[in-house]
């Protein structure tokens, strides 16, 4: 697989350190499957040949080579770009033994270097005087020896108190936590691998749905075409208003909050938002302060906006690209209603030798893009 063009593959492993496997162990890889997706850890997947008289089965296999704990990097070089699409951990590994020549197999499943954040539970751990993002980026910088580097938002609504009134606390795991703080504030926390092999990104905060976007799927173009089937839906109950309610100080006088726009965490892309045809009422938030509260809201309001979907399958040396999940992708060919800029929800990889596809799925909050002309 290492040695095909214009996609080459690099697998590198090790306890702490990823390095380049042996030439025995790129041999014996039979196919590598890596998702990613939008809230939801990132998880890998690799099946090897395990000859009878193989190195895996008589030497590295008994050595713990692919143990759990073992770190693995995946480097996919497409016309001369190295993208890492995976830095994570084995956590599982199945043997299948056939009396078939060749179908014995070796298969190694992980998940992002976020499961070492979810392995010790905390009880208690206090953050006297400190706001969400300062706390995301202490919890964030103890695991920096992975190479993991924080990248932290500060929250829209200001949520300090003084040590006197409140004081912050964790309980869980520091991968619960951080997911629990940024879902309070309408944000995201992901590891996202690279540039460089054995770094990440570690984002805590808005959704980013701006930058410039990648190159374009484009379907029903005759040869422009670089995707052969994409499938789109607009779910209208998708999307919800929620409504909370805050308690005056000093008095028991409960009074609405109001809904604040979306577009504050994520830019509109569509130029006819789906409604909102539920009304949900947030629950335990009148004795919450405002900026609490508001935040909250925001949160429920956004993680409902998105009510058009799309999903297709594309193959990688057509694309001439390696599609990303969380960023932006246009789309042409799909007519007026469904083309346009959307954010990319989820990515499959799929590598074999020979054969390099991407499974995804697209996401806006509604129907004809804002912008006029898809580029790339």
Same mark, same amino acid.
């Given at each position: 697989?290492?040695?095909?063009?214009?996609?080459?593959?690099?697998?590198?492993?090790?306890?702490?350190?990823?390095?380049?496997?042996?030439?025995?162990?790129?041999?014996?890889?039979?196919?590598?499957?890596?998702?990613?997706?939008?809230?939801?850890?990132?998880?890998?997947?690799?099946?090897?040949?395990?000859?009878?008289?193989?190195?895996?089965?008589?030497?590295?296999?008994?050595?713990?080579?692919?143990?759990?704990?073992?770190?693995?990097?995946?480097?996919?070089?497409?016309?001369?770009?190295?993208?890492?699409?995976?830095?994570?951990?084995?956590?599982?590994?199945?043997?299948?033994?056939?009396?078939?020549?060749?179908?014995?197999?070796?298969?190694?499943?992980?998940?992002?270097?976020?499961?070492?954040?979810?392995?010790?539970?905390?009880?208690?751990?206090?953050?006297?005087?400190?706001?969400?993002?300062?706390?995301?980026?202490?919890?964030?910088?103890?695991?920096?020896?992975?190479?993991?580097?924080?990248?932290?938002?500060?929250?829209?609504?200001?949520?300090?108190?003084?040590?006197?009134?409140?004081?912050?606390?964790?309980?869980?795991?520091?991968?619960?936590?951080?997911?629990?703080?940024?879902?309070?504030?309408?944000?995201?926390?992901?590891?996202?691998?690279? #540039? /460089?092999?054995?770094? *990440?990104?570690?984002?805590?905060? +808005? &959704? @980013?749905?701006?930058?410039? $976007?990648?190159? %374009? =799927?484009?379907?029903?173009?005759?040869?422009?075409?670089?995707?052969?089937?994409?499938?789109?839906?607009?779910?209208?109950?998708?999307?919800?208003?929620?409504?909370?309610?805050?308690?005056? #100080? /000093?008095?028991?006088? *409960?009074?609405?909050?109001?809904? +604040? &726009? @979306?577009?504050?965490?994520? $830019?509109?892309? %569509? =130029?006819?938002?789906?409604?909102?045809?539920?009304?949900?009422?947030?629950?335990?938030?009148?004795?919450?302060?405002?900026?609490?509260?508001?935040?909250?809201?925001?949160?429920?309001?956004?993680?409902?906006?998105?009510?058009?979907?799309?999903?297709?399958?594309?193959? @990688?040396?057509?694309?001439?690209?390696?599609?990303?999940?969380?960023?932006?992708?246009?789309?042409?060919?799909?007519?007026?209603?469904?083309?346009?800029?959307?954010?990319?929800?989820?990515?499959?990889?799929?590598?074999?030798?020979?054969?390099?596809?991407?499974?995804?799925?697209?996401?806006?909050?509604?129907?004809?893009?804002?912008?006029?002309?898809?580029?790339?």
């Amino acid at each position: 697989m290492a040695d095909l063009a214009p996609v080459h593959l690099t697998l590198l492993m090790g306890r702490r350190i990823p390095v380049p496997v042996p030439q025995e162990v790129t041999d014996a890889l039979l196919s590598a499957q890596v998702t990613v997706s939008a809230g939801q850890r990132s998880g890998f997947q690799l099946a090897f040949d395990l000859s009878k008289m193989g190195v895996l089965r008589n030497a590295l296999l008994p050595a713990g080579f692919f143990d759990p704990e073992t770190r693995v990097v995946l480097v996919v070089t497409v016309r001369g770009v190295p993208n890492v699409i995976m830095d994570g951990i084995c956590i599982r590994q199945e043997v299948g033994i056939s009396n078939e020549p060749g179908q014995s197999t070796l298969t190694v499943t992980g998940e992002d270097l976020t499961v070492l954040m979810d392995l010790e539970e905390k009880e208690n751990r206090q953050f006297p005087a400190t706001s969400p993002a300062a706390r995301a980026a202490v919890v964030i910088a103890e695991y920096a020896t992975y190479g993991i580097v924080p990248v932290v938002v500060p929250e829209i609504f200001p949520q300090v108190k003084m040590p006197t009134e409140q004081v912050p606390s964790q309980k869980g795991t520091d991968l619960a936590y951080l997911n629990e703080i940024a879902k309070a504030n309408g944000y995201v926390f992901y590891l996202d691998p690279g #540039p /460089a092999p054995g770094v *990440s990104r570690a984002y805590w905060g +808005p &959704e @980013v749905r701006l930058g410039a $976007p990648q190159p %374009a =799927l484009t379907v029903n173009s005759d040869a422009s075409s670089n995707v052969d089937q994409m499938t789109f839906s607009f779910d209208g109950t998708a999307r919800e208003q929620p409504t909370a309610m805050v308690q005056i #100080p /000093a008095t028991k006088i *409960s009074l609405p909050l109001p809904v +604040p &726009e @979306v577009s504050v965490l994520r $830019p509109p892309m %569509a =130029l006819k938002p789906a409604p909102a045809l539920k009304k949900t009422v947030i629950k335990d938030t009148a004795k919450k302060d405002a900026p609490q509260a508001l935040a909250e809201t925001l949160a429920k309001a956004a993680e409902s906006a998105d009510a058009v979907s799309g999903s297709g399958q594309l193959d @990688v040396v057509r694309y001439g690209h390696v599609l990303r999940a969380r960023e932006l992708v246009g789309v042409r060919g799909a007519g007026i209603t469904y083309d346009g800029l959307y954010y990319v929800k989820s990515v499959t990889h799929n590598l074999q030798r020979g054969s390099y596809t991407q499974n995804f799925t697209l996401a806006r909050e509604g129907l004809i893009s804002l912008a006029p002309v898809v580029r790339p």
